[in-house]
Each structure stands twice: as structure tokens, then as C-alpha cells.
């Protein structure tokens, strides 16, 4: 009986450690700016905050930073908007993150800037390269972009393999449309390169592909589909979720619950959301726009928050949740020529935003 007792104690043990993790975080990668400007962050009464240390008593474990080819190449308007992320200056941020206590999520742009839906220019030394000689590239540099974040102690736990690349990547060569199936091939000799050169450099860190319908399940399913008939390496599903452009919470878990069934063998994790909780200063919304779902206003992001955090604990197959430039805070600097108002820190004072605490709740 006693060893039944020990053989039941361990297969519960097993059990237990083998559940997923939840990873918790977000993408702060203008902070090193922010520092250099000498910006203050505060608690929620105020008292003055180191803000990786402070993220870390809120239940934060993982950082998630972007790396850009060539920024310096970036249009200025969109410099002014916090693109600067080069390799060295994401080496920095990643020894504090990883002095900080918490784990690494590298997001590969695979642009000179911003790659998004709406753009995913290729890298201006990448110009004028055939589809095989593209391949090669995101090969080569994503191999040696690890190879130098390992050499200095700071190897991400988990790597993004493109950002936001429902539209393709590296466009014109790569650009699609994800509702069909033209355009996939080259795509995915893309993602299998950059993927291949993670596993070679990093065995360890775990894989992303990262899109951004989480609303349209139509157009989600059919990806990943592609990706899975092509037999692209990667481990985890990322998608963005900002209730202004993808729809009710609800319509977002019945896309969760679709991934589960049709996807059952790879997690999820929500790699970016938001809400706005102030119009100020921001030259991209108009007053009150965006308030369909949810007022923009503090209460208005706290509640999405921590409805946001309810529903995914119903998902098992979620594993991650992060929040999109949560270290925004205008607070006497001039970072950034505009305010988004959809971080965790009020423009005004430095304060820690109410949503930070219903954030902290995934765990």
C-alpha cells in the first residue's frame, strides 16, 4: 500500500510540474529611453518606482522587446514614435530584465521599422533580393542576432519569428492575403529559415508566430492551417488583441476555443493588448473614438482588464498574456512627439494605472 501511496504522490507531482506556466509581462522595449530622459515611475500612491523591480512585485515574469534591422533607416515621424531598437541597445535592456528576475521574449521586426498589418517594408539591405536570397537573409541575421544576445549572457526564453505577419512579411516579395493560399510558400520558406536558426542557436526557447485576427476566426484558422500543411517549426500560437479593431472579449474566447479543438498541440499566448484609458495629446484618435466596447477613460481600461484576464483563465490552452507599451509615460519628457494613452502609467503624474493591478491577476 505504502508504495501505491509513493507511485500515486509522484504521477501527481509529474502531473502538476508538467502544467503550463502562465507568462506574464509585456513589451517595454522604449524603457532605456525613458530612463535616459531621467523619467519617474510611480506606485499607485505615488512613491517612486524602479520599474522593472516594480513589474516584477506585480506578478510580471517575462519582458517582451523588439529588435529592428537597421532603425537608424527608419522614416523620422516613426523614430519619433520610438523606433530605435538595434541590437546593442537591446542587449542593454535585456541584462536589466534578466538582473530584474524576469525572462526574455525577442520580437524579430524583420524591417528597418515598425512591421505591422499595415506594412512590413523589407529592410533596406535586404532591397531588391529574389524570395531565396530573402530566406537566406532572415537566416543569417537572425542566427547571428541570437549568437550575440547568447554571447552576452542574455539568450531569449522565447523568440517571435516576425511581428504582426497576417499580411506576410518582408513585403512585396512576401506580402498575401491570409484568406487564401497564394503566397504561402514564400512565407513560409521565410519563417523556416528564421525558425531553423533559433533551434540551432537557442534549442531551449520556445517558438512564436504571431498574427493579429484574433477576431476573424475565418482568417486565423486558415494560417495556421497553411503553416501546419507546410510544416513550419514553432511551438507557440501569439495573437493581438485591442478590443477597437478585434471585437468583443466573447468573440475572442470563441476564437480560443477553436484554436484549442483544431490546434490542440500548440499553446497560446495573447503577445499584445491594450485599451485606451485618455484621448490626451494623441495626434491618431479622434475625442471619445474607440469607445464601442469600452469609455476611454481610467474605469474604461480597468474594466477591460480585468475582463480580459476572466476570460482567458477560462482558456487552458492560453499560457500568456501581454500588454503593448505598458511603460509609456509622458510625465516630464519629450520621449515620444505624441501620447498613445493605452499604457499602465498615467502621462500626467507617473502612476501606476488601477489596470496594472487587474493586469497582475493572470498568474
Known amino acids: 500500500m505504502k508504495k501505491i501511496t509513493t507511485l500515486l504522490i509522484g504521477l501527481i507531482t509529474t502531473t502538476a510540474s508538467a502544467q503550463p506556466k ?11 529611453s525613458y530612463e535616459e ?8 500612491d505615488g512613491q517612486k518606482v524602479s520599474l522593472l523591480s516594480f513589474l516584477k512585485q506585480q506578478g510580471w515574469n517575462m519582458i517582451r522587446v523588439r529588435l529592428f534591422v537597421d532603425p537608424q533607416n527608419a ?22 530584465i534578466k538582473k530584474a528576475g524576469m525572462q526574455v521574449m525577442l520580437d524579430f521586426h524583420y524591417s528597418d521599422t515598425w512591421a505591422d498589418p499595415g506594412k512590413q517594408f523589407t529592410p533596406k539591405r535586404w532591397e531588391g533580393c529574389d524570395a531565396k536570397s530573402l530566406a537566406d537573409s532572415v537566416y543569417a541575421y537572425t542566427r547571428r542576432s541570437l549568437q550575440a544576445m547568447k554571447r ?25 492575403d491570409p484568406s487564401g493560399i497564394e503566397g504561402f510558400d514564400t512565407l513560409c520558406s521565410f519563417l523556416k ?20 485576427k484574433a477576431g476573424d476566426w475565418d482568417i486565423t484558422r486558415n494560417y495556421y492551417r497553411q503553416l501546419r500543411d507546410r510544416r513550419v517549426d514553432y511551438d ?19 476564437t480560443l476555443d477553436n484554436l484549442s479543438w483544431l490546434f490542440p ?9 491594450a485599451a485606451y484609458y485618455s484621448h490626451d495629446n494623441d495626434p491618431w484618435a479622434k475625442p471619445d ?64 494605472l488601477p489596470a496594472l493591478r487587474e493586469f497582475g491577476k493572470y498568474k
Open 152 to 176: 552576452a549572457g542574455v539568450a531569449p526564453e522565447m523568440i517571435q519569428v516576425g511581428n504582426e505577419i497576417t499580411n506576410g512579411m518582408l513585403w512585396p516579395t512576401g506580402k498575401l
Open 75 to 96: 522614416p523620422d515621424s516613426h523614430k519619433g514614435e520610438g523606433v530605435c531598437q538595434d541590437l546593442n541597445y537591446v542587449i542593454g535592456l535585456c541584462r536589466q
Open 37 to 44: 530622459q531621467g523619467t519617474v515611475y510611480k506606485d499607485y
Open 236 to 254: 507557440i500560437i501569439g495573437l493581438s488583441y485591442y478590443p477597437m479593431w478585434h471585437g468583443t472579449i466573447p468573440n475572442l474566447g470563441k
Open 289 to 352: 473614438q474607440f469607445s464601442e466596447f469600452y469609455p476611454i477613460s481610467v474605469e474604461g481600461q480597468t474594466q477591460f482588464t480585468s475582463e480580459l484576464v476572466t476570460e482567458l483563465l477560462r482558456h487552458h490552452n492560453v499560457i500568456g498574456l501581454f500588454w503593448w507599451f505598458p511603460e509609456e509615460n509622458a510625465f516630464n519628457n519629450q520621449v515620444t512627439k505624441g501620447w498613445l494613452n493605452r499604457g499602465l502609467f498615467d502621462n500626467h503624474t507617473g502612476k501606476a
Open 265 to 273: 498541440e500548440k499553446p497560446v499566448m495573447i503577445v499584445e493588448a
Open 22 to 32: 502562465h507568462y506574464l509581462g509585456g513589451d517595454v522595449s522604449l524603457l532605456p
Open 193 to 212: 529559415a528564421g525558425c531553423k536558426a533559433c533551434r540551432e542557436v537557442c534549442p531551449k526557447a520556445q517558438i512564436i508566430i504571431h498574427t493579429e
